[in-house]
């Protein structure tokens, strides 16, 4: 019902920055609420950051707090997660989902998540 493609992934120096970007499309995704988690190989997958529907409630994981940023444009169906003082330990494969639950503020595990993208990698160099 909803599809997510992420994009924006690629290869940093440690202390860069880069923009992630998730589109969404067929069922309407401005009710819900969104995140990105992300998954090293044999590593279970870690909430990264959620945003609520509106984009006015965000909250993070303690190991991004102050460098990334997630937001949400509702009119292109679309969250980002701007990623800055990137760190070695911040390359793995990174998801967005999207949460059909009516009345949440924010999503922090995968359980909640009923829709992911495929993924797109970071690689942060030291």
């Known amino acids: 019902q909803v599809q997510l493609a992420e994009s924006g992934g690629g290869l940093v120096q440690a202390g860069g920055s880069l923009r992630l970007s998730c589109a969404a499309s067929?069922?309407?995704?401005?009710?819900?609420?969104l995140g990105w988690f992300r998954q090293t190989p044999g590593k279970e997958r870690e909430f990264v950051a959620t945003?609520?529907?509106?984009?006015?409630?965000?909250y993070y994981a303690d190991s991004v707090t102050g460098r990334f940023t997630i937001s949400r444009d509702n009119a292109k169906a679309t969250v980002y997660l701007q990623m800055n003082s990137l760190k070695p330990e911040d390359t793995a494969v990174y998801y967005c989902?999207?949460?059909?639950?009516?009345?949440?503020?924010?999503?922090?595990?995968?359980?909640?998540?009923?829709?992911w993208g495929q993924g797109t990698q970071v690689t942060v160099s030291s």
């Open positions: 989902a999207v949460d059909v639950t009516v009345g949440k503020r924010y999503a922090t595990t995968m359980r909640e998540y009923d829709y």
């Open positions: 067929g069922r309407r995704i401005s009710s819900y609420v």
């Open positions: 945003v609520s529907s509106s984009g006015a409630s965000t």
